[in-house]
T-cell receptor, first 116, second 112 residues
Framework: DGGITQSPKYLFRKEGQNVTLSCEQN?????MYWYRQDPGQGLRLIYY???????QKGDIAEGYSVSREKKESFPLTVTSAQKNPTAFYLC???????????????FGPGTRLTVL | SQKIEQNSEALNIQEGKTATLTCNYT??????LQWYRQDPGRGPVFLLL?????KEKRKERLKVTFDTTLKQSLFHITASQPADSATYLC???????????FGTGTRLQVTL
């Protein structure tokens, strides 16, 4: 089955620690995205990548980092510089980059990160 | 600044009735508008896309309208069922080639 997987589903971290969230897709999609969702809030874009070895900052990139070394994978690192990292993190992909809103985004199941 | 507004209050309706959700936007000129469904603790799922030159789009019990003059989209679910209970998000392309901006979503609760 094609789709997007995120792991782990739940993640706990101590303050001051970096943590990496995994996102893998086997849909052969070019574009991938990371969003953050807080309770009662919409999705806010952290980073996105339209092609391998290239990525751009979204609206709330501070305290986060990403890499896109393979088409299938787009891991997100939450660094200790992120002031309020507790949130629900969603990864998404889209078939074609550069097509704006004309293509649907496919979402993974999400990772809930809690900082203790 | 650009803004997308969805009613933050939950919409409660009776089974069988038509649910209507609203998405208003300001300082955008989107060519496309999308609607997604999100269940608690899960990722959003795409439902419908409508283009700026389309007034209406239908898919089974779902209907979306897009009024670029009013800067508004309406999302209708006819003959609603308890299984339709979820949060519904609208999303607009964000002015560059590859980004969407999402509204905060409206929670729909369909009761028997």
């Amino acid at each position: 089955d094609g789709g997007i997987t995120q792991s782990p589903k739940y993640l706990f971290r101590k303050e001051g620690q970096n943590v990496t969230l995994s996102c893998e897709q086997n849909l052969n999609h070019d574009a991938m995205y990371w969003y953050r969702q807080d309770p009662g809030q919409g999705l806010r874009l952290i980073y996105y990548s339209q092609i391998v070895n290239d990525f751009q900052k979204g609206d709330i990139a501070e305290g986060y980092s990403v890499s896109r070394e393979k088409k299938e994978s787009f891991p997100l690192t939450v660094t200790s510089a992120q002031k309020n990292p507790t949130a629900f993190y969603l990864c998404a992909s889209k078939k074609t980059s550069g097509t704006g809103g004309s293509d649907e985004q496919f979402f993974g199941p999400g990772t809930r990160l809690t900082v203790l | 600044s650009q803004k997308i507004e969805q009613n933050s209050e939950a919409l409660n309706i009776q089974e069988g009735k038509t649910a209507t959700l609203t998405c208003n936007y300001t300082n955008y000129s989107p060519a496309y508008l999308q609607w997604y469904r999100q269940d608690p603790g899960r990722g959003p799922v795409f439902l419908l896309l409508i283009r700026e030159n389309e007034k209406e789009k239908r898919k089974e019990r779902l209907k979306v309208t897009f009024d670029t003059t009013l800067k508004q989209s309406l999302f209708h679910i006819t003959a609603s069922q308890p299984a339709d209970s979820a949060t519904y998000l609208c999303a607009l392309e964000a002015g560059t080639a590859s980004k969407l901006t999402f509204g905060t979503g409206t929670r729909l609760q369909v009761t028997l």
